[in-house]
């Protein structure tokens, strides 16, 4: 039935339509009556949701808060994604909250719960003195599928690893949650004003005062050993060169202090359709230069991750995108990883090319590994 009331032009987004449908969450009274300037029709209402009302935080019904999704999980609002979309593709896997109320009453007892005490004692073991091998955490068997929020699983990690002075590149409109006395400065390699303009779509999110312009693979502004501890949370997918960048980080870091990184799990983001990259192309990359792949994974961003934001093209219109990308420089998840591929890539710049760190914690964690590293 709604699928003989979509028109051609709308063919392609059959599957958003059907989705949203099925999950009970889009009223199409509440919507056209808290949004009079909608026009007024199932389709008509819900494509309004789906292309615009959305990503401007319009809530589809009473269960489901876009402007609070949106606020709280800026990744999403990132991606371009419909917020709902996103829940239902991903956010209720990941056990993220589709309301205030939810994320509230969710928390309040996750707090209080032994399962919660457990994580936190797990997380500070891996700071013990002298600590030679390093402590993983799968919060999938820690909490099954009571997940506690994401901020609140990093939150407790920083306060548990970082102090001083540092850095946090690439923070955007997501900065890590940190003590009040630990003091950071915010790398980019636009200011806030350039960050706009090269991404449209954050225009009017809270993005962070960049104090320091540099490439944040490189970090060149910066003298060696000269910070506590470096923030790059979904940074290092984003980056040509990871092994040339981990090398930088170690670089800039003192003695002792840490690189505080988190990294999308491939399984459960918009990358699920790529092949892992794997050590041998990584290795390869750095060896000689990631000029010779980067056409490649343009290519596969346009193909296989931009399907994901409801963005599909002929092969005509492919060619022409990653061609607007790639003039643009636009910053595209250029590698992705599944947890055992990034174990491995770690241990391959700890040991076999000596970068200068021991990873002290690898945590697993809904839609993303958190990894902390301690630069020798």
Not at 5 to 11: E, F, H, P, V, Y
Not at 65 to 92: I, T, W
Not at 316 to 329: I, T, Y
Request: hydrophobic share 35%; charged share 25%.
């Amino acid at each position: 039935m709604l699928g003989a009331l979509i028109s051609k032009a709308d063919r392609g987004r059959v599957r958003d339509f059907l989705e949203v449908m099925a999950s009970g969450m889009f009223d199409r009274r509440y919507y056209e009556q808290a949004n009079p300037d909608v026009p007024k029709g199932l389709v008509t209402s819900l494509r309004h949701f789906l292309l615009h009302g959305g990503r401007e935080g319009r809530a589809p019904s009473l269960a489901f808060d876009s402007e609070f999704y949106l606020k709280v999980y800026p990744d999403v609002q990132q991606a371009g994604m419909n917020p709902l979309l996103h829940f239902l593709r991903h956010g209720k896997a990941e056990r993220r909250a589709p309301n205030r109320h939810a994320l509230w009453s969710h928390q309040e007892r996750l707090f209080h719960s032994g399962k919660f005490r457990s994580f936190v004692r797990a997380v500070r073991s891996a700071k013990q003195p002298h600590l030679s091998t390093q402590v993983d955490i799968d919060l999938f068997r820690v909490f099954g599928d009571n997940q506690p929020e994401r901020r609140s699983v990093r939150r407790v990690i920083a306060d548990t690893f970082l102090s001083g002075a540092g850095i946090e590149v690439g923070a955007l409109q997501d900065p890590l949650p940190l003590a009040s006395d630990v003091s950071v400065q915010y790398v980019d390699r636009l200011c806030k004003e350039d960050l706009f303009r090269q991404y449209p779509e954050l225009r009017g999110a809270p993005l962070v005062d960049v104090d320091i312009v540099d490439n944040g693979e490189e970090l060149f502004s910066l003298p060696p050993k000269s910070q506590d501890f470096i923030i790059a949370n979904h940074f290092l997918e984003h980056t040509q060169d990871p092994i040339a960048t981990l090398k930088n980080f170690c670089r800039v870091v003192k003695q002792g202090g840490y690189l505080y990184l988190a990294v999308p799990d491939q399984t459960s983001t918009f990358d699920k359709d790529r092949t892992p990259t794997t050590l041998e192309h990584l290795k390869n990359d750095h060896r000689n230069g990631p000029q010779g792949s980067r056409h490649q994974h343009f290519v596969e961003w346009v193909t296989l991750c931009e399907p994901h934001f409801g963005r599909s093209y002929s092969s005509e219109e492919v060619d022409r995108r990653v061609h607007e990308l790639e003039e643009k420089d636009y910053s595209i998840h250029f590698h992705c990883w599944r947890p055992r591929d990034f174990a491995e890539f770690l241990t391959y710049c700890a040991k076999d090319a000596q970068l200068g760190f021991q990873v002290s914690l690898f945590c697993r964690a809904p839609g993303e590994m958190l990894v902390v590293l301690r630069v020798a």
